[in-house]
């Protein structure tokens, strides 16, 4: 019996040709295997662009289907230690390749190596540079030492838009006899926020309740509130109806069982997209600058409940 694989790695790109996005990346990707030489590279961007899938798609260009040969993969939250560099790494590295030029070695999420491990790694990149590319992959490329920056070609990844979603969320549903309606499809890309592989698995997950796909199953396995439920938060706490704001709170933490930070996160995103005529620019200003430090209250472990409402409470001192 075939096991069925999770959407995201069924569908993944297998090739360049086949990475959704990142036109420019990927062009010039392209030009490497033509050219059959690469520097060393650093991917940078959000999750779920296009980031593993082009380090994967370029080492089976260079190498052909057999291409796990020449192609180490590691994820850096799992091994991040110096020793990591010392022994996988460089055992790896100082071989030569098979049947070709050079072996690539691709390291996820290479942000969260610790600092001794990225100092050893520098050298490493240096010292095996004839048998060896590196491709690091990261969400932010701050948090890569300057010396590692500089040894690298950058290529800095986007957010998908729109379009570029809704253009693969169709394909995947017609194989897999999938419908959904265009508010559902626009509720997928408003969750997603350009992730791929979070749009790919919400389908999924909501595929699996009916496979007609409806806007309220897709906010509702998303745990995420409707624009219109945050925006009417907002607007009764703005114009000063504390209560009224708090019971819609109560509603999108026990009804949808979103977290603090998931609650916050959208009420920033709908206060930006809300029009002068509602709020205007000067308390959006305030608003912001109020929004960030309760954000950093609850990633520090505040109480989320307390801090939500007090939140709130906050927003009632813009009110004309």
Request: aromatic share 10%; net charge neutral.
């Amino acid at each position: 019996m075939a096991i069925e694989l999770p959407w995201i790695e069924k569908y993944r790109p297998k090739y360049l040709k086949e990475v959704i996005g990142q036109k420019d990346t990927m062009a010039r990707l392209k030009s490497y295997v033509k050219s059959r030489n690469c520097p060393h590279m650093m991917f940078s961007g959000p999750a779920g662009v296009g980031k593993t899938s082009a380090a994967v798609a370029l080492a089976r260009e260079f190498f052909g289907d057999d291409y796990e040969r020449n192609f180490l993969e590691l994820n850096a939250s799992d091994e991040r230690g110096i020793d990591v560099v010392r022994n996988t790494i460089k055992d790896f590295a100082r071989t030569l390749a098979f049947n070709a030029e050079f072996k690539i070695i691709f390291l996820d999420e290479s942000d969260a190596l610790t600092s001794d491990a990225q100092q050893a790694l520098r050298r490493t990149m240096e010292k095996y540079t004839k048998t060896c590319r590196f491709v690091l992959s990261c969400n932010y490329s701050s948090r890569i030492i300057e010396p590692i920056q500089s040894r690298c070609v950058v290529f800095r990844y986007k957010p998908l838009s729109s379009k570029e979603i809704e253009a693969r969320l169709d394909e995947i549903a017609k194989l897999e006899n999938v419908t959904f309606d265009k508010k559902a499809l626009e509720a997928i890309i408003y969750v997603s926020s350009g992730d791929m592989r979070k749009a790919v698995n919400v389908l999924q997950a909501t595929s699996s309740l009916e496979k007609n796909v409806t806007e309220e199953n897709v906010f509702n396995v998303s745990s995420r509130a409707r624009p219109a439920e945050i925006k009417e938060m907002i607007s009764f706490a703005f114009k000063g109806d504390f209560l009224e704001a708090r019971k819609r709170l109560d509603s999108l933490m026990y009804e949808y069982g979103m977290s603090g930070e998931d609650v916050i996160m959208q009420m920033f995103r709908e206060l930006m997209a809300m029009p002068e005529e509602e709020i205007d620019s000067k308390a959006k200003i305030g608003l912001v600058d109020v929004i960030g430090e309760y954000n950093f209250r609850l990633v520090e472990g505040a109480n989320e409940r307390i801090q939500l409402e007090a939140l709130l409470a906050q927003f009632m001192k813009f009110k004309k």
